[in-house]
């Protein structure tokens, strides 16, 4: 069961549609862009130029994710859903800081992991009829945080050298 939890202390607008929904992936991306760059600054990988920047940006976006809040009168505590079992998609109290261990995992911190190590993912489709192929697509996804010369490095899949 998945539970939205996105009502505000105020009384909340049940009409607010999709605004929670929205918002909570803005802050669920917001929040995976600046593990991204603590981990960068953290392996001394950003200009003082570049971490300024950064901040500023990151800074914006969670002004702007308020000031929206504030407009469809949702607390921005609430935004986050729960996935049951699963947990939760944000951490439930306070910010995520990538590497602290967690009682309980979030799909923030999931993600955070698998953009730190990197994942390819290839798959082939095939579309036809009557045994009759007619469009075949080859998919290749690279997932990863990694600069580009790191991810021309990732290994293929056998027989695609």
């Not at 995520?96 to 993912?121: A, H, K, M, N, S």
Request: glycine share 10%; hydrophobic share 40%.
């Amino acid at each position: 069961m998945v539970k939205a939890t996105g009502s505000s202390s105020r009384g909340g607008r049940s009409d607010a549609g999709l605004a929670p929904l929205l918002l909570t992936v803005t802050e669920l991306i917001r929040q995976l862009m600046e593990a991204q760059i603590i981990r960068r600054m953290e392996a001394e990988a950003l200009t003082e130029s570049q971490l300024d920047e950064a901040a500023q940006s990151l800074q914006a976006l969670e002004t702007q994710v308020l000031r929206l809040c504030e407009i469809f009168e949702i607390d921005p505590a609430q935004l986050n859903i729960d996935l049951g079992e699963l947990g939760s998609l944000l951490p439930k109290q306070g910010g995520y800081y990538p590497g602290q261990g967690y009682q309980q995992t979030t799909v923030l911190e999931l993600l955070d992991r698998l953009l730190q190590v990197g994942i390819v993912v290839e798959g082939d489709v095939d579309l036809g009829i009557v045994n009759l192929n007619l469009i075949c697509l080859k998919l290749r996804l690279v997932l990863t945080s990694q600069p580009q010369r790191s991810i021309e490095g990732l290994p293929l899949p056998a027989g695609q050298n």
